[in-house]
Nanobody
Framework: QVQLMESGGGLVQAGGSLRLSCVAS????????MGWYRQAPGKKRELVAR???????NYADSVRGRFNISRDNGLNTVDLQMNFLKPEDTAVYYC?????????????WGQGTQVTVSS
């Protein structure tokens, strides 16, 4: 069973930077889409950024220009560089991976890592 392991959350002041990293437990297959979502207290989980093996990238409007997603397709890792952080970026950030096999669509999540931005 493939698992996602996240690291890099923490507490930072507004205007600061953090880098989140995620690695899949298995590397012998291709994960089509890897990305990051976040969930703030009382809110729904939302997309932050995602990237396909072909390089197609999507960002939430609220983070475009401040966050950058990168991935290593061969190692099944995905990173999120977060710059110019704002208090409203405070949330639990979840790594996500999606891929298909002939009869199944796989959609798995990491355990989440807390990001707190103080004003």
């Amino acid at each position: 069973q493939v698992q996602l392991m996240e690291s890099g959350g923490g507490l930072v002041q507004a205007g600061g930077s953090l880098r989140l990293s995620c690695v899949a437990s298995e590397k012998a297959f291709s994960i089509h889409t890897m990305g990051w979502y976040r969930q703030a207290p009382g809110k729904k989980r939302e997309l932050v950024a995602r990237k396909t093996t072909g390089g197609v990238t999507n960002y939430a409007d609220s983070v475009r220009g401040r966050f950058n997603i990168s991935r290593d397709n061969g190692l099944n890792t995905v990173d999120l560089q977060m710059n110019f952080l704002k208090p409203e970026d405070t949330a639990v950030y979840y790594c996500n991976a999606q891929w298909t096999t002939p009869s199944y669509w796989h959609n798995i999540w990491g355990q989440g890592t807390q990001v707190t931005v103080s004003s």
